[in-house]
């Protein structure tokens, strides 16, 4: 009997040490499990916030560096730099006043004017910098490839004399008389006082920011030694062990496709998002936002953490009911998960909900403006009978009114459509052979016949086109075309007729390149708009919607031209261009 009491405690003891054992190992793996899906679902949202970050950041450097090129190119197109007058006062306080508007943008060392023949003529620096008039700057490939395309440039990474290094934005001036290269117009900027304003460019250990150029070399980088040096160079991928899948999210993303991926990076996993920094259409540098997924995990781990013990103390101090609160523990881990479930059940409904909303809201914009377009022909059609029926001078005049804010409805219902088509990605174009000079005249010859009937007490606007060549043919859709133009010659209308004055409409080839300017003499663009050109909702007219200019760079764009404007030097009224690919006769 003995034998049997202290067998039976053995067994009871076994027993309970195996039961223990066992719930202890069923509840490690159900933990695991939780803590997976926890730190997974976690993990894809921070991974889907940080690409949305690498995109804001990549098109905020688009647009800042897109706004510095505007500026130079406005100075490339001003009467001093056009007639080589850059020793008078004059001159000199023109460029001084738009080097202080593009350090109001970012911190800029150095801008640089050269002649025809590559040699600085004139050097606006920082004080103890050394100057470099009268330097040859024919070595230099940004110079070299903005005199060979006649269009802006951004260089690649280089190092200064300094130590420093930085990179360049070029603007070729062009004689606007004859197309004559006169010299380059240059600034330069130091690469970590740029990138410094984006986000983390000094600490390896949390997330910070490294950007490419077009060869690969790493403008900045936490690792100062990584600097100047191409990616792809035996010395940065021996410091990456070659790390395939890095190397395969750098040649992604330098492709022109936004990508991300996770990898082993010296004993420790990285979060990767790239993306391109696209300026003026073409990608010219990527950045990469770079986590630690340690500090990712860091908050989740110190709660699951405190969860674990408190669950092992409580394990520890119920062995006796071991069963009962391994049952427990199932179906608290179970709980956890549906928690999680749920929770990513409340996301994906919650998107869903934002993509109803979003597809309501273009149905709407969609119907309005369709809704708004069935009334209004049946208004102009009576307005114009009625225009020939009636002799009375006020009710011809009233008509006159009906019929011109009609139009100006119909016009705004057009755009608005236009506008969501553009959203939605079904704009499409019908592109066939044309004679943009006639499509100009026909333009011109509405808009002449549209002041007289609308003058309504204005001053007087007269338009006149001058095309250089008979005939200029371009491959396009004839009605966007016009529509374009339409719009440039309406804005100029706008600002002229309450103060009078002349629209010139000018044609011209460039090469392979067909140039049409419209420039007019009327009280110009406010200042505090020209950053703005070209955005959607952006006007001071009393007329306007904000929606032309927006479309008319989204159609010059969609036929691979490009569209520009800014105020005439003299003060006098603005001038507005876009450039499309000419056919040869």
């Known amino acids: ?91 000199d306080r023109l460029i001084r006043e738009r080097f202080d508007e593009i350090t109001e943008i970012t911190k800029v060392d150095r801008l640089l004017i050269t002649n025809d023949n590559d040699t600085v003529v004139y050097d606006l620096h920082e004080e103890g910098q050394r100057s470099f008039v009268n330097m040859d700057l024919s070595s230099r490939d940004s110079i070299q490839e903005t005199r060979n395309t006649s269009r802006p440039t951004l260089s690649d990474g280089f190092q200064g004399v300094d130590g420093i290094f930085r990179i360049s934005l070029s603007v070729p001036i062009i004689s606007q008389d004859d197309g004559r290269y006169i010299g380059t117009l240059a600034v330069e900027i130091p690469n970590a006082e740029f990138f410094a304003r984006y986000g983390n460019v000094y600490d390896i250990e949390s997330e910070y920011l490294a950007v490419l150029d077009l060869k690969s070399v790493q403008l900045i980088h936490p690792v100062n030694s990584f600097i100047g040096l191409p990616f792809f160079g035996n010395y940065t991928q021996e410091a990456t062990g070659n790390n395939k899948i890095l190397n395969n999210l ?97 996301l994906k409904e919650s998107n869903e909900e934002l993509k109803i909303l979003d597809n309501l809201q273009k149905d709407f914009i969609n119907t309005a403006a369709h809704e708004l377009r069935t009334p209004i022909q049946p208004i102009l059609g009576l307005s114009e009978v009625l225009s020939k029926q009636l002799k009375d001078r006020g009710q011809l005049q009233a008509i006159h009114i009906i019929s011109r804010n009609a139009r100006r409805l119909q016009r705004l219902a057009e755009d608005i459509l236009d506008a969501s088509r553009l959203e939605a990605s079904s704009f499409t174009l019908k592109k066939e052979i044309l004679n943009i000079n006639d499509l100009i005249q026909a333009v011109v010859e509405d808009f002449r016949d549209q002041i007289v009937t609308e003058k309504n007490g204005n001053k007087e606007v007269r338009i006149s086109f001058d095309p250089m060549e008979d005939v200029i043919l371009v491959k396009g859709d004839r009605a966007r075309l016009r529509q374009v133009i339409s719009n440039l010659i309406d804005n100029s209308i706008k600002f002229t007729s309450s103060i009078g004055g002349e629209i010139s409409i000018v044609s ?78």
């Open 1 to 91: 009997m003995a034998f049997f009491s202290g067998r039976r405690t053995e067994t009871v003891i076994i027993g309970t040490i195996f039961v223990t054992t066992l719930s202890f190992g069923l509840f490690i793996y159900q933990q695991n499990i939780t803590e997976d899906n926890v730190r997974n679902s976690l993990f894809l949202q921070y991974k889907d916030r940080q690409m949305e970050t690498t995109e804001l950041m990549s098109r905020s450097i688009s647009s800042d560096l897109e706004s510095v090129l505007f500026i130079l190119q406005g100075l490339a197109s001003s009467a001093y730099l056009q007639e080589d007058e850059l020793q008078s006062d004059r001159a």
């Open 250 to 346: 750098i040649q992604t993303v330098m492709a022109g496709t936004p990508s991300s991926a996770t990898y082993e990076f010296r004993n420790a996993e990285r979060l990767n998002t790239g993306y391109p920094i696209v300026i003026a259409g073409r990608p010219e540098y990527f950045s990469f936002v770079i986590t630690p997924t340690a500090q990712i995990y860091t908050q989740v781990n110190e709660v699951l953490l405190a969860e674990r013990s408190k669950t092992y103390s409580l394990v520890a101090g119920a062995i006796v009911a071991i069963v009962v609160l391994m049952v427990l523990l199932i179906k608290w881990n179970s709980m956890l998960n549906t928690q999680v479930e749920r929770k990513t059940r409340e």
């Open 508 to 585: 011209e080839r460039n090469q392979d390149r067909v140039i049409v300017s419209v420039e007019d003499t009327g009280t110009g663009v406010p200042k505090e708009m020209l950053p703005h050109l070209f955005k959607r909702f952006v006007s001071k007219s009393f007329s306007g919607t904000g929606l032309g200019l927006y479309l008319s760079k989204r159609i010059i764009e969609v036929h691979g031209g490009e569209i520009s404007g800014q105020n005439n030097s003299n003060g006098v009224g603005a001038k507005f261009w876009f450039s499309l690919s000419a056919l040869k006769l």
